[in-house]
Nanobody
């Protein structure tokens, strides 16, 4: 059974940066596309970014491309989300997801979710 554990969320001021981490337990980590989704207050859950297994190809939501960067370290079973120039609209719970199916700039989540980490952007 794959388990995902996120960390790194906190309160940050507008214009600031954060790096989220997601550590996966279980086998064959490098075979799966992993990604990030987020859900802001009163909003639907939305795709943020994903990265494929062995080839480490990144995909991004169109409206977040340029500010967010996804990466992975297969030796550490970890993916990261570097978020820059944050604004209050980025306030959300950020979820790590395993088995993401990406189609261009959209994605369907897989069945494995982490518990989420809260990011709050406020002055």
């Amino acid at each position: 059974q794959v388990r995902l554990v996120e960390s790194g969320g906190r309160l940050v001021r507008p214009g600031g940066s954060l790096r989220l981490s997601c550590v996966a337990s279980g086998r064959n980590f490098d075979r799966y596309t992993l990604g990030w989704f987020r859900q802001g207050p009163g909003k639907d859950r939305e795709f943020v970014a994903a990265i494929t297994g062995n080839q480490n190809v990144p995909y991004y939501s169109n409206n977040l491309r340029g500010r967010f960067t996804i990466s992975r370290d297969n030796a550490k079973n970890t993916i990261y989300l570097q978020m820059n120039d944050l604004n209050p609209d980025d306030t959300a719970i950020y979820y790590c997801n395993g088995g993401v199916a990406v189609l261009g700039s959209t994605a369907t989540p897989g069945s494995v979710w982490g518990q989420g980490t809260q990011v709050t952007v406020s002055s």
